[in-house]
């Protein structure tokens, strides 16, 4: 089964070409030090946040296109693995998460 369900933030304006839109979604998660979480220099629970570029198609694509940075979204989609060479003969590997519902929180 191939399933993904993210719930973040924008983290980047949503870049559009043809009705595919791609958003960049930033999660975080606690940190653990000694199994147990820990505050940071500023006193906050300290956090890693990753980023997720994620690609809508269609009417989901433009309805994502209308996002704004910091807007929360969940998303639940499939992940996508893709491999290409580039113009110099490199091979290069991506990832990204193919959105089949966005729920604009």
Do not use: Q
């Amino acid at each position: 089964m191939n399933s993904v369900n993210l719930a973040g933030r924008v983290a980047k304006a949503p870049e559009t070409r043809n009705d595919v839109t791609t958003l960049i979604v930033a999660t975080d998660r606690v940190k653990l030090r000694e199994g147990k979480t820990y505050k940071d220099d500023s006193g906050y629970v300290a956090k890693d946040t990753e980023f997720h570029k994620v690609t809508c198609f269609n009417g989901l694509g433009r309805a994502a296109a209308t996002r704004d940075v910091g807007d929360t979204v969940a998303i639940h989609g499939r992940i996508h693995y893709s491999r290409w060479t580039d113009r110099e003969g490199v091979t290069r590997y991506g990832c990204e998460i193919i959105a089949d519902n966005i729920d604009f929180l």
